[in-house]
């Protein structure tokens, strides 16, 4: 069962790029000061709990190249996930699961590209 809801690749670059330039201290519980989900990801950022998403892409890219298609940051089981789909040089679609603070991959699914 999935903490909290998902991150589309605009809110979580704009986010993440915002939490690289922000001074944000943290703010203690998320539900109480009723912050919204991407203050939740920018403050994650600041706080070191979740890798910046540009450093994370681009170490990604050296191990598994392809175009990224989509980008959800998810706090699950207590930490931090990167769910990521990446159209692989091959044609194959990906969903790799990273720990969002060490940017280790967790799990790795693939299949084959539809034909329109």
Do not use: C, N
Not at 53 to 74: A, I, K, N, T
Not at 97 to 116: C, N, V
Request: hydrophobic share 40%.
């Amino acid at each position: 069962m999935r903490t909290s809801p998902r991150f589309t690749t605009r809110w979580a670059t704009a986010t993440l790029a915002l939490a690289m330039a922000a001074g944000l201290a943290w703010a203690g519980s998320d539900e109480a000061s009723g912050e919204r989900d991407h203050d939740r990801a920018l403050r994650a950022v600041q706080a070191g709990e979740v890798m910046p998403l540009p450093q994370l892409l681009e170490r990604l890219g050296r191990s598994h190249p392809g175009q990224v298609m989509e980008v959800e940051l998810e706090h699950e089981r207590g930490r931090w996930i990167y769910e990521i789909r990446l159209l692989r040089p091959d044609g194959q679609l990906s969903k790799l699961t990273l720990d969002a603070k060490t940017g280790d991959l967790l799990q790795i699914k693939s299949r084959a590209a539809r034909e329109r």
